[in-house]
């Protein structure tokens, strides 16, 4: 990726490992304000949380007319003077939640246990799969803009315009959303290399000590002028945890306008790589059973976050097409089976006719709980905002609905009794 122009030339950015100010940026030029997909997760939790999109383009223009000036980047904070309509500028700033102690150990762990994550992170690239290991990337409400202008627009087109320069910073150095996050480049990359020694050590270590396993000549094994050929060895012991796919670098389209997914790829193999782990050791295919639309589910509801950037926005979009189902029945979906597995979603899915029994006693005991009275259909149980549902299972699974709408989305956690998993939905 080439770095962007700078005002008064290459000059390097000024910059400690917790603190860089970079030079202004040249005027935004073009349609999108990022290049990279992290970038554009950038802008897009900013769009995602504006209440005026007038104000976004405002402070677009503002950017395009490079009214922006030196941005100074320090843990939770991007800072910069913005150019207004009056003659001194105004002090602009977007605010970011730092990761945890935890959360940058399981990223550096994730990491380090890919020499190709370490190769992509020193070539100024974020592989999608390293992000699902922490919070990363920003989801909607994670930016807080501020601004010392007197628009208390949320954002201003100051703070907007900081927003949209700030995504070309990352698309040239994505070390500048990791020291937002909490870490500069070179504590990074020092903590990389000390877990890439340690683990390299173990690796060895583990090598060395490990017993010679038991081996067969071929031509021993294959012999027609013995009488007995000698047993074959056992098999090889399964490997502990599943592989990692290698990366797929983004080429060109094939012919015919056809370019794989780089992340599609890994996710397939990934899912593939799992599996089989799962049938070598266990003898079951925890996805031999599903149907396509519950193995859609599956694969939607394992992606943390899923739905908030824009690759995975794409992952909604692509299963649920390929399940004939739109995007909002595949999020309401995936919320079932976080709230349940298989059998909360046949329970959003199927509405069915209990016998009599755990049915009729639900609606006297949450009576007798206190709570209003539950209007009955089929196997459901409804009252103003909250839902409850049967399943064939014996559970009651919750379900929420904004007031005056029949939206309902599963919530809380299921329960054999029914004041229980109401109490898990109205705790929320």
């Known amino acids: ?66 009214r922006v000036d030196a941005i100074t980047v320090t843990p939770g904070r991007v800072t910069a003077y913005v150019h207004g309509s009056r003659p001194r500028p105004y002090r602009a700033e977007i605010r970011l939640r730092l990761l945890s102690d935890d959360a940058w150990g399981d990223l550096l762990a994730a990491a380090a246990a890919r020499p190709d994550h370490i190769a992509a992170l ?8 390293l992000t699902a290991a922490a919070d990363l990337l920003p989801a909607p409400g994670d930016l807080v803009p501020d ?39 070179r504590e990074i990359l020092s903590d990389l290399a000390r877990r890439n020694a340690t683990r390299s050590a173990a690796e060895r270590a583990t090598a060395d000590a490990a017993p010679e396993l038991p081996t067969v000549p071929a031509r021993d094994a294959i012999a027609k002028d ?35 997914d780089p ?18 050791t266990t003898g079951d295919d925890p996805a031999g059973d599903l149907t396509p639309w519950e193995d859609a589910v599956r694969l939607a509801a394992a992606h943390p976050g899923s739905g908030l950037t824009a690759s995975t926005r794409a992952l909604y979009r692509d299963l649920a097409a390929a399940a004939d189902r739109t995007p909002t029945e595949l999020a309401r979906a995936v919320a079932a089976w976080r709230q349940g597995g298989r059998a909360a979603l046949a329970v959003l899915d199927e509405p069915w006719d209990p016998p009599a029994g755990p049915f009729d006693r639900a609606r006297p005991a949450l009576a007798a709980a206190g709570l209003p009275s539950f209007r009955p259909w089929r196997n459901q149980l409804s009252a103003g905002t909250v839902q409850l549902r049967l399943g064939r299972d014996g559970l009651w699974y919750g379900y929420e609905s904004d007031r005056g709408r029949e939206d309902w989305w599963p919530r809380g956690t299921p329960d054999a009794d029914p004041v229980g998993a109401l109490s898990t939905v109205l705790e929320r």
């Open 1 to 66: 990726m080439s770095p962007r122009t700078r005002r008064g030339g290459a000059r390097p950015p000024l910059h400690d490992d917790r603190r860089r100010t970079f030079p202004a940026l040249e005027p935004l030029s073009g349609a999108e304000p990022a290049a990279s997909w992290w970038g554009n997760a950038w802008v897009e939790a900013l769009d995602d949380a504006a209440l005026d999109p007038a104000r976004l383009a405002r402070g677009r223009g503002y950017a395009s007319r490079g």
């Open 226 to 260: 013995q009488a007995g050929l000698p047993s074959l060895p056992p098999p090889f012991p399964p490997p502990a945890r599943p592989g990692q796919p290698p990366v797929y670098p983004q080429g060109p389209a094939a012919p015919g306008g056809f370019a794989p």
């Open 147 to 185: 601004c010392s202008c007197p628009d208390d627009g949320y954002p201003c087109k100051h703070a907007a315009a900081l927003c949209y320069q700030t995504a070309r910073l990352l698309d040239e150095d994505p070390f500048v959303l990791f020291l937002m996050r909490g870490r500069g480049e």
């Open 263 to 280: 992340l599609a790829l890994d996710q397939l193999a990934t899912e593939a790589a799992a599996r089989a782990h799962a049938l070598l």
């Open 122 to 129: 020193l070539d100024k690239d974020v592989p999608h799969t």
